[in-house]
């Protein structure tokens, strides 16, 4: 059977029937065309090792190769000549774009500092969008502990259209979700589902139905061979906990626990 990456699979079956009755084919449905990444590093000039660990952290973080991008003309007052490295970047498209996307949204965005959601003020007039990470011990893949400096990049999404309230409706068409990960008890073959992190883009905050969430999180622990689905307490959110008991779970010490 053909590997299809989750968000591939959500896109063919899910977003293009949200979207396909704006449009008189369904191939004039806005798509995800491929995603760049690009980061700078000025100080390379000074020290070559800073453009390796870049170059690495890139093919680390993308799952493929990171090429070199070098100045184009000699500046003196920088001491930079033409040709020379100063960052590294990654087109991703097909598989490995709807992979990093996957990632990218439900690893990455929630371990980012003081994260406040996603602005939809990166649009740049031609349907494509940009998002900034100031630092990129965000994503998963990077040990803090083998960064040489902490850095940022910025991430296009770019899609088919020109058109950037087309982009912003298939971008923000699934931009909420409930994220958590997948464990096996000690000593059993009994899977929980436990829930992370909460996220909802600015734009559907107040919109999006808690319960709606909540209902989709067990769904994806069922497909994904859970058992029971745990759900945090956060004291100084009291509704969390009547709303968890209205859906059936019960409370176990630190968690709600619902077996599905």
């Known amino acids: ?27 004039e449905v806005p798509r995800l065309v491929k995603i760049s990444l690009n980061q700078g590093v000025g100080s390379a000039v000074n020290d070559k090792k800073q453009i390796e660990a870049a ?19 000699d500046i003196s007052n920088f001491k930079l000549r033409k040709g020379m490295p100063v960052g590294v970047m990654v087109t991703l498209r097909g598989s490995k774009m709807y992979e990093f996307l ?16 996603i602005s939809n003020k990166g649009f740049d007039g031609r349907g494509n969008f940009t998002i900034g990470i100031k630092e990129q011990i965000a994503f998963p893949e990077i040990s803090i502990d083998k960064v040489l400096k902490v850095t940022g990049m910025d991430i296009t ?9 087309e982009a912003l409706a298939l971008l923000t068409v699934s931009s909420y979700s409930l994220i958590g990960l997948l464990s096996e008890f000690y000593m059993s073959h009994i899977i929980q589902a436990t829930e992370v992190a909460w996220f909802v883009s600015k734009e559907f905050r107040g919109k999006v139905s808690s319960i709606k969430l909540v209902k989709h999180f067990e769904k994806w622990a069922k497909v994904n061979g859970a058992s029971y689905v745990g759900m945090g307490d956060i004291e100084s959110i ?23």
Do not use: C, H, W
Request: aromatic share 10%.
């Open 102 to 117: 996957d990632r990218f949204v439900t690893s990455t965005l929630p371990r980012v500092r003081d994260f406040q959601g």
């Open 55 to 73: 170059q690495q952290e890139m093919t680390l973080i993308t799952g493929q190769k990171a090429v070199l991008t070098k100045s184009r003309k």
């Open 1 to 27: 059977m053909e590997y299809i990456p989750r968000l591939k699979k959500k896109y063919n079956t899910e977003i293009i029937n949200n979207l396909k009755d704006n449009y008189k084919s369904v191939m």
């Open 238 to 260: 009291s509704s969390l906990g009547s709303l968890y008991t209205r859906l059936g779970y019960n409370k176990a010490e630190t968690i709600y626990l619902k077996e599905i």
């Open 157 to 165: 999404f770019v899609t088919n259209t020109d058109s950037d309230s």
